[in-house]
């Protein structure tokens, strides 16, 4: 069975760090691109990066870029962001999922909540 | 980065048929065959309904159907039942590589 699995959300203040993971099973993990998606509460979904299969490329929605990381482990079939300077706004249900230009398989996404 | 543009709110009663709008530009509807929709229940992840702008993924029922013209593509549900209640979501690609998703639309069922 195709799961991923995200961790790592919680309360961060203003200017502060977190680092989310996604493990994936149930699929080879290494054929596919890897996506995050993000959704504020009560507001729509916001795509927030990707990475090709073995890490080689990557690309950020603009309001990220430069404070987000999206990078992989194949090893361990896990999916991460590293999100430095945090913002309010950046306050949000965040989601893996699998694919480049669609998503077929969701994790149950992490809730990241910025504020002080 | 601005997201694609859907009505708020698309309503229709039980058998009948809705269609979703998704406008955008050249940039990424228009321009590309990545336009994918998503429904999406309260507290729950986004399930994938179309992809490839009209190509329906296993399991998915074909009273969904997607279709483009220029910037603009849409979602069709026919035979409408009580269980498409839910908020649907268009994506495309846009350029440079990256991805925007529409602002969402609540489907009521009368």
């Known amino acids: 069975e195709v799961q991923l699995v995200e961790s790592g959300g919680g309360l961060v203040q203003p200017g502060g760090s977190l680092r989310l993971s996604c493990a994936a099973s149930g699929f080879t993990f290494t054929n596919y691109w890897m996506t995050w998606v993000r959704q504020a509460p009560g507001k729509g979904l916001e795509w927030v990066a990707n990475?090709?299969?073995?890490?080689?490329?990557?690309y950020y929605v603009e309001s990220v870029k430069g404070r987000f990381t999206i990078s992989r482990d194949n090893a361990k079939n896990s999916l991460y962001l590293q999100m430095n300077s945090l913002r309010a706004e950046d306050t949000a249900v965040y989601f893996c999922?699998?694919?480049?230009?669609?998503?077929?398989?969701w994790g149950q996404g992490t809730l990241v909540t910025v504020s002080s | 980065q601005s997201a694609l543009t859907q009505p708020a709110s698309v309503s229709g009663s039980l058998g009948q048929s809705i269609t979703i709008s998704c406008t955008g530009s050249?940039?990424?509807?228009?321009?590309?065959?990545?336009v994918s929709w998503y429904q999406q229940n309260p507290g729950k992840a986004p399930q994938l309904m179309i992809y490839?702008?009209?190509n329906r993924p296993s399991g998915i029922s074909n009273r969904f159907s997607g279709s483009k013209s220029g910037n603009t593509a849409s979602l069709t549900i026919s035979g409408l039942r009580a269980e498409d209640e839910a908020d649907y979501y268009c994506a495309s690609y846009r350029n440079s590589r990256t991805f925007v998703f529409g602002t969402g639309s609540k489907v009521t069922v009368l």
């Open positions: 999922a699998r694919g480049y230009s669609d998503w077929y398989r």
């Open positions: 490839d702008v009209s």
């Open positions: 050249s940039s990424d509807i228009g321009g590309s065959n990545y």
């Open positions: 990475i090709k299969q073995e890490g080689s490329e990557k």
